[in-house]
């Protein structure tokens, strides 16, 4: 079952603005991943925080995890047209191993 | 190196048919997963294989879906007697152990169409 959601659905910015995207889980987590897809195929993964961390950084990526708010947030600094996709979190709530995925964001970012 | 390759990319069947669909994993992963992804919706759990254990089947949506993992590397997912509602583009990842720890590597899909 799905259990991460993410907010906003869909986001539309210019290239240079910065786009941060929202996930909630509902239980406790080991870790939260964050991935990419293109045109609706393969995911790319872009970054993995644990449950004891707090941000990580990734180049122009930056994610923060409150473990205590059960949320996440993905922050894309000076937006590339290329940024362009659908944006995943994944949790291992329930599991050890299968990822929950939420239904994704959609960015768009125009030149 | 090769990422995880799936095939075929695209299937068109009528309901009703058989599919098998095949999903070459990176070699030395040792986990194996297949997710399904409806359109506009997130990834859903099918199924687990982690080297030579039995597989975790719980996400699998009815007794019409059954995957092998031969020699601990390709698998196969099969659907039996398809539906319409099992359009979707199905996935497959794969990973060097089990565990959420690790990244996942995604193949490019391939796009079930029952007719």
């Known amino acids: 079952s799905q259990q991460g959601e993410e907010d906003p659905q869909a986001l539309s910015i210019q290239e240079g603005e910065n786009a941060t995207m929202n996930c909630s889980y509902k239980?406790?987590?080991?870790?939260l991943q964050w991935y990419r897809q293109n045109s609706g195929r393969g995911l790319v993964h872009l970054i993995l925080?644990?449950?004891?961390?707090r941000e990580k950084h990734s180049g122009r990526l930056r994610v923060t995890l409150d473990t205590s708010k059960k949320s996440s947030s993905l922050l894309i600094t000076a937006s590339r047209a290329a940024d362009t996709a659908s944006y995943f979190c994944?949790?291992?709530?329930?599991?050890?191993?299968?990822?929950?995925f939420g239904k994704g964001t959609s960015l768009l970012v125009t030149p | 190196g090769a990422g995880v390759s799936q095939s075929p990319s695209n299937k068109v069947t009528e309901k009703g048919k058989d599919v098998e669909l095949r999903c070459d994993p990176i070699?030395?992963?040792?986990?194996l997963y297949w997710y399904r992804q409806s359109l506009g919706q997130g990834l859903e759990f099918l199924i687990y294989?982690?080297?030579?254990?039995?597989?975790?089947k719980s996400g699998l949506p009815s007794d019409r879906f059954s995957a092998e993992r031969t020699g601990g590397s390709v698998s196969t997912l099969t659907i039996q007697r398809t539906q319409q509602e099992d359009s979707a583009v199905y996935l497959c990842?794969?990973?060097?152990?089990?565990?959420?720890?690790?990244?996942?590597?995604f193949g490019p899909g391939t796009r079930l169409t029952v007719l």
């Open positions: 994944a949790t291992d709530e329930n599991s050890g191993y299968a990822l929950n």
């Open positions: 294989f982690q080297g030579n254990s039995a597989p975790d």
């Open positions: 990842a794969s990973s060097w152990t089990s565990g959420s720890r690790d990244e996942q590597f």
């Open positions: 239980t406790s987590i080991n870790n």
């Open positions: 925080i644990r449950s004891n961390e």
């Open positions: 070699s030395g992963h040792t986990a």
